[in-house]
């Protein structure tokens, strides 16, 4: 069975149809920049280049960076216009794809649900966190297995700040930070954070970076957690969002 999947970030937008018995992509994924400033139209404007690339026709499953409640309304943008707040984004979405139905789902609770069906995450019980670090840092936290929706730990404060505007992969670039420095003094800080709330037994470190975890995930230490990196790497939005949109549908 294949549904469409489009995962929306800060700085990307990409999609493809997805392979749902193998949890993978059954094409090369297509990707357009995520417009700035990034207006629900714009926004709307990306995803329909993304779908009619591929000429699709069926259901489409979206991801949002940020709060979504009843399947439909943005509650928070952090990386995106503040517009976002309050829209109904299934309904534009379905408006803009001339009617197909649509879901949308929090960007980092469909890459946390593909981990757990597909990836790192695959049998594990007990407290799990999924972090994905880009443009800012999305969470999904799981017990046992099932997600605790919309939990949005990149915005715990750490040392005064934000933590995603410490820790994310674009503070790393913004500041020109080594691997070494990001890793070991604001990676880890952050998660030591995490690790006194939650107490995991698991962390799987998602986003861009995850395919480049042997350059980092070495400097991070004392975190009493397993930390690994996620197997399904930056297309686990994509995968989360066709399981949401199957799942809906």
Not at 160 to 172: F, I, N, W
Request: charged fraction near 20%; glycine fraction near 12%.
């Amino acid at each position: 069975m294949q549904i469409f999947g489009v995962d929306i970030g800060g700085s990307g937008i990409k999609g493809a149809p997805v392979d749902l018995d193998r949890g993978d992509l059954a094409d090369e994924r297509f990707k357009v920049l995520t417009p700035h400033p990034a207006t629900p139209d714009s926004v709307a404007d990306g995803v329909r280049q993304v779908v009619e690339h591929f000429g699709w026709t069926g259901p489409v499953g979206l991801t949002f960076p940020g709060v979504v409640t009843g399947g439909a309304t943005i509650r928070t943008a952090a990386n995106v216009d503040k517009s976002w707040i309050d829209t109904d984004a299934r309904a534009l979405f379905s408006d803009r794809l001339g009617g197909l139905p649509v879901t949308v789902v929090n960007d980092a609770d469909a890459a946390g649900v593909a981990e757990m069906s597909f990836g790192a995450g695959r049998g594990r019980r007990g407290t799990v966190v999924l972090l994905t670090f880009g443009t800012g840092i999305g969470s999904a936290l799981f017990v046992d297995g099932v997600l605790v929706p919309n939990t949005e730990l990149g915005h715990l404060e750490l040392h005064g700040h934000d933590a995603e505007k410490r820790a994310s992969s674009k503070a790393k670039e913004d500041e020109e930070l080594t691997w070494e420095y990001w890793a070991h003094h604001r990676v880890q800080k952050y998660l030591a954070h995490v690790e006194m709330l939650f107490s995991p037994e698991l962390f799987i470190i998602g986003g861009g970076v995850s395919r480049k975890s042997q350059k980092f995930l070495h400097h991070i230490q004392d975190i009493k957690a397993e930390i690994v990196p996620a197997q399904l790497l930056n297309n686990a939005g994509i995968v989360g969002a066709a399981m949401h949109a199957a799942n809906e549908s």
